[in-house]
């Protein structure tokens, strides 16, 4: 008889492309309709409006793509030396580093005896991979992917960005500002239940969390813009 191994998907295998999708998504709907909001109020013409509004989703995704790529290429560097060290160790103190991984494995509840054999069996078939894994923290679920981060944050910062500017141009000059603050916030809403649901979280504390951040912006960009379009 021949037995299938079911395999378990857990929710941190996404939290790489996660994280960065949300932050891109939150952030493209929040700075461009804030944007867009704060121009309005200032009252200007639809061609100024909107030229501010893809002004801002271009540089908004280049923004996050090279902020991404800046952070998580640093997270990757310091990974890749903290494995460097651990192979050069592993190399001069072989006996040391089986201590020490067994060590891990007694704080885990381990005996003494069965924590050294796991340990050294371990280290016969990955040794750095088992220390990487329990020494370090580092796994391949969890390894810094610069190229993901930034391709992926610049993509759903321009989807997320888009959406209030196609409300813009489809909602009448003088209702610009509550159509595109109503529909970011649907929007938003939305998102902040997506992502809640993706990643096994609340789904009313993460909406009320992005709704409320997204109200506050464009709130404090639309009052900048009424005052300033009043005094110039």
């Not at 793509?65 to 050069?88: F, H, I, M, N, P």
């Not at 040391?96 to 016969?124: N, P």
């Not at 009320?208 to 639309?222: C, D, E, K, N, S």
Request: charged share 15%.
């Amino acid at each position: 008889m021949t037995r299938h191994i079911h395999r378990e998907m857990h929710r941190t295998e996404r939290i790489g492309w996660l994280r960065a999708a949300v932050l891109g998504a939150n952030d493209g709907i929040v700075s461009t309709a804030s944007l867009v909001v704060g121009v309005a109020a200032a009252n200007v013409s639809r061609g100024e409006l909107m030229l501010a509004g893809v002004a801002g989703l271009v540089a908004g995704a280049m923004s996050m793509a090279a902020g991404e790529y800046v952070s998580v290429s640093s997270q990757s560097d310091t990974e890749k030396a903290d494995l460097a060290r651990e192979r050069a160790e592993l190399l001069a103190q072989p006996e040391h580093e089986h201590q020490e991984l067994a060590a891990i494995y007694i704080k885990r509840g381990l005996s003494a005896e069965l924590a050294a054999e796991v340990a050294r069996q371990l280290m016969v078939h990955d040794d750095l991979g088992a220390h990487a894994r329990d020494e370090l923290g580092i796994s391949e679920m969890m390894s810094a992917n610069p190229v993901q981060a930034a391709f992926t944050s610049a993509l759903t910062f321009s989807v997320g960005a888009s959406l209030p500017l196609l409300a813009a141009v489809m909602a009448p000059v003088s209702m610009v500002v509550p159509v595109v603050a109503g529909t970011s916030l649907v929007v938003l809403t939305a998102l902040g239940a997506i992502s809640a649901r993706a990643g096994g979280a609340p789904v009313f504390r993460a909406s009320l969390r992005v709704v409320f951040w997204g109200a506050l912006a464009m709130a404090l960009t639309a009052g900048v813009g009424k005052l300033f379009g009043t005094v110039v």
